[in-house]
Antibody
């Protein structure tokens, strides 16, 4: 059974870079799209971007200037970097999977809370 | 960007009730619409994709309908495990966007 698990610092200072990793276990990272989605406390879901197993990426235009998603196929994990964070970036960050670029997300990680505060 | 508007934002219902949640897209998205269930502190769970296709393992009391701009999620007979928040998501073109959510609470 494929599982996703997010990890990373729970506290980031304003103007610094948020870095998270999603470990994929129990299955292959190939032939899937790997997404990051965030959810501010008490609010809805916002898609951040995806990376395909071949390294192709696509980011939400609202975050594009600050986001990088990368992939490590050997470690079977993918990562999110969000630069110049502010309090508005405080959220639970989920990683997820889709079978095609235009597809629903059939598998999600539990999520990790990241607070931006000095 | 295409906006997704869900209604209602919350509702109160009893076990056994029929529950309907609607999602409206600001532009035609064909059937590129998914529904998710989320419980507090948990990951969203895919219920329905392609507007009306039930994800494997999801109880048949859940159903979806619609095409174009108007979509509906129906729970035919609400069960105790169904009290949660529900989100629609469009995925015809990036950026993928979600509705603001509907919280189903116990009456």
């Amino acid at each position: 059974q494929v599982q996703l698990q997010e990890s990373g610092p729970g506290l980031v200072k304003p103007s610094e870079t948020l870095s998270l990793t999603c470990a994929v276990s129990g299955g292959s990272i190939s032939y899937y799209y790997w997404n990051w989605v965030r959810q501010p406390p008490g609010k809805g879901l916002e898609w951040i971007g995806y990376i395909y197993y071949n390294g192709d990426t696509y980011y939400n235009p609202s975050l594009k200037s600050r986001v990088t998603i990368s992939l490590d196929t050997f470690k079977s994990q993918f990562s999110l970097r969000l630069r110049s964070v502010t309090a508005a970036d405080t959220a639970v960050y989920h990683c997820s999977r889709s079978g095609r670029a235009a597809d629903a997300f059939d598998l999600w990680g539990q999520g990790t809370m990241v607070t931006v505060s000095s | 960007d295409i906006q997704m508007t869900q209604s209602p934002s919350s509702l109160s219902a009893s076990v056994g009730d029929r529950v309907t949640i609607t999602c409206r897209a600001s532009q035609d998205i064909s059937n590129y619409l998914a529904w998710y269930q989320q419980k507090p502190g948990k990951a969203p769970k895919l219920l329905i994709y392609a507007a009306s296709t039930l994800q494997s393992g999801v109880p048949s009391r859940f159903s979806g309908s619609g095409s174009g701009t108007d979509f509906t999620l129906t729970i035919s007979s609400l069960q105790p495990d169904d009290f949660a928040s529900y989100y629609c998501q469009k995925y015809n073109s990036a950026p993928w966007t979600f509705g603001q959510g509907t919280k189903v609470e116990m009456k």
